[in-house]
């Protein structure tokens, strides 16, 4: 059965930081792309970002370039995505997904999702 499990979520000031990392199990993490995708409140689904399998090839959604970071552990079948300089319009639940494709893709591999909301 594949298992994704995000967490790392959480209440942040702005310009404050986040790290979330998902925990996969179930399929061969290390042989697949890996992506996180966002759904503020009252808003639709937006991919963030993408990694190919071996870390090499990472892509961003614009308004987060040079703010948010992917990375994975494929020892430890874990995706990350660092977040720093956090804004309002962060304010989603972030879902891991299975796939690299720089879109929102099929959900059909997804995490549960880890609510991340930037507030003072």
């Known amino acids: 059965e594949v298992q994704l499990v995000e967490s790392g979520g959480g209440l942040v000031q702005p310009g404050g930081s986040l790290r979330l990392s998902c925990t996969t199990s179930?399929?061969?993490?290390?042989?697949?792309?890996m992506r996180w995708v966002r759904q503020g409140p009252g808003k639709g689904l937006e991919w963030v970002s993408s990694?190919?399998?071996?870390?090499?090839?990472?892509m961003y959604k614009d308004s987060v370039k040079g703010r948010f970071t992917i990375s994975r552990d494929n020892a430890k079948n874990t995706l990350y995505l660092q977040m720093n300089s956090l804004k309002h319009e962060d304010t989603a639940m972030y879902y891991c997904?299975?796939?690299?494709?720089?879109?929102?893709?099929?959900?059909?591999?997804w995490g549960q999702g880890t609510q991340v909301t930037v507030s003072s």
């Open positions: 997904a299975k796939g690299g494709m720089e879109y929102v893709g099929p959900r059909e591999y």
């Open positions: 179930g399929f061969s993490f290390s042989s697949s792309g």
């Open positions: 990694i190919d399998s071996g870390g090499v090839v990472r």
